[in-house]
Nanobody
């Protein structure tokens, strides 16, 4: 069965770092772009970063650009999000996403259960 599992979240002080992992099972990530999203309490889910299947192209939200780095290791079937210089406003549940296109108009989204990141002193 297709499954995405996020891990690596926790409680850190402002200015600290965390590395999140998104591990896939039941299928290979080799041919898919992957995105990281986050949702803070009472707020809409927002995109954080994305990476192409080859890993040669990445994109970041303005709020995290320069602080976060997305990468992937296809041999381990895993995508990472390195988060540095964390701020309290980064506090959220972080999710990884895979979109599988079955036609030009039909797609299926796969989401993990999320991992909690809390930035507080």
């Amino acid at each position: 069965q297709l499954q995405l599992v996020e891990s690596g979240g926790g409680l850190v002080q402002p200015g600290g770092s965390l590395r999140l992992s998104c591990a896939a099972s039941g299928f290979s990530l080799d041919y898919y772009a992957i995105g990281w999203f986050r949702r803070a309490p009472g707020k809409e889910r927002e995109g954080v970063a994305c990476i192409t299947s080859s890993g040669v192209s990445t994109n970041y939200a303005d709020s995290v650009n320069g602080r976060f780095t997305i990468s992937r290791d296809n041999s381990k079937n895993t995508v990472y999000l390195q988060m540095n210089s964390l701020k309290p406003e980064d506090t959220a549940v972080y999710y990884c996403n895979l979109r599988s296109w079955t036609s030009l108009s039909d797609a299926r989204d796969y989401w993990g259960q999320g991992t909690q990141v809390t930035v507080s002193s």
